[in-house]
């Protein structure tokens, strides 16, 4: 029998166990606040952060909501990140990328206040968590391990491949998987593009996560008996549906579920894992930043 995982249960627990510190801040006079900045040419964007705004408000976190248009010069956005760095109310900024072609996305990050990048994607955390010291573990990533410990899998000397080598999630996802520690200790190999055989590693794993943004990449052919894949994929793919596509995730679920001891669904799987360990991040920004001490999931 294959399990498959339940991202959006999981994802729930941990939501009602940091209801908890979110209330035991605003006892002591703290009120949780992320920021959310738009200025993005995606269309999906604008999706992203009313949910990412809506999954606060369902449990007692304030937001800001920042919006510029799009052809706002760099220098707009750079003043608005500096104005949410120094106010004092906000404990989180969160800039939905992509951000347009005539602003450099690096340059915007590192204009965040590290005590702020709930994303974890500033310089100094991401340094931080390659020295196995995370100050806020990047949402996508640790919403991974989260799935994995929540699933009894222990990553304990395992044989982990990851597909995908992107800033947000395959080389932080190898961090957290190769640290000391629970939910590490992981051998990790990190595939991409040229990547030479890749069926030779995913088949070599006890652990497959894809995030390749390649519409069913992985599939049965490719995954030994009892392996657990992960899919971080979310992909548009055409199809005859009211909306007119539909979304698959990077592996091919039906042959995979054939080998697999346990497999995530998209979608259901990471999705809501990484929007719950976002309201983590902003919830431990907060105490950081209070000296309110909480108990985070
Ligand atoms: P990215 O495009 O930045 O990186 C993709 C990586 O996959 C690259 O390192 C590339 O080398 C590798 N790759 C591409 N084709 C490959 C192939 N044929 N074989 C091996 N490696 C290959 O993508 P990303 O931002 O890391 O996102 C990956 C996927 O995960 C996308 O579908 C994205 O939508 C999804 N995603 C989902 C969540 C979530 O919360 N569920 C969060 C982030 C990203």
Same mark, same amino acid.
Request: with cysteine; proline share 6%.
């Given at each position: ?15 009602? $166990?940091?209801e ?5 801040? *605003?006892?002591?006079? /703290?009120?949780?606040? +992320? =920021?959310?900045? !738009?200025?993005?040419p995606?269309?999906a ?18 937001t ?32 939905q ?58 990553? $304990? ?7 995908? *080598?992107?800033?947000? /999630?395959?080389?932080? +996802? =190898?961090?957290? !998987?190769?640290?000391?520690?629970p ?111 909480? $108990?985070?999931?």
């Open positions: 029998m294959t399990d498959v995982i339940d991202g959006d249960a999981i994802a729930g627990e941990i939501r009602d $166990e940091l908890g510190a979110v209330q035991r801040l *605003r006892d002591e006079g /703290v009120a949780p606040t +992320l =920021a959310t900045v !738009l200025m993005s995606d269309p964007s604008e999706t992203y952060v009313s949910m990412k705004q809506r999954d606060c408000e369902e449990l007692g976190i304030e800001r909501d920042v919006e510029l248009p799009l052809d706002s010069p760099a220098g707009d956005l750079y003043a608005t990140v500096e104005e949410l760095n120094d106010g004092d109310g906000v404990h989180g900024i969160l800039v990328m992509p951000v347009p072609d005539h602003v450099d996305d690096r340059e915007v990050i590192e204009r965040i206040d590290p005590a702020k990048d709930v994303d974890g994607f500033h310089p100094e955390n991401v340094g931080r968590l390659v020295a196995g010291n995370p100050r806020f573990e990047p949402c996508t990533p640790h919403g991974v391990q989260k799935l994995l410990d929540a699933a009894g899998v222990d990553t $304990e000397g395992a044989d982990v491949t990851i597909v995908g *080598r992107s800033d947000i /999630v395959g080389k932080p +996802l =190898a961090n957290l !998987l190769l640290d000391k520690g939910g590490g200790n992981a051998t990790v190999t990190v595939c991409h593009s040229r990547t030479e055989d890749l069926t030779a590693k995913t088949r070599e794993a006890d652990v497959v996560v894809a995030a390749a943004g390649v519409p069913e990449l992985v599939d049965g052919s490719m995954l030994s008996e009892g392996v657990v894949v992960i899919d971080v994929g979310v992909n548009q793919v055409d199809a005859d549906t009211e909306k007119g596509y539909e979304l698959v995730g990077d592996v091919e679920f039906e042959s995979a579920s054939e080998k697999a001891s346990a497999i995530t669904p998209v979608p259901g799987g990471v999705g809501p894992m990484t929007r719950a360990m976002l309201l983590h991040n902003t919830v431990k920004a907060a105490s950081e930043q209070s000296g309110v001490d909480v $108990e985070l999931p």
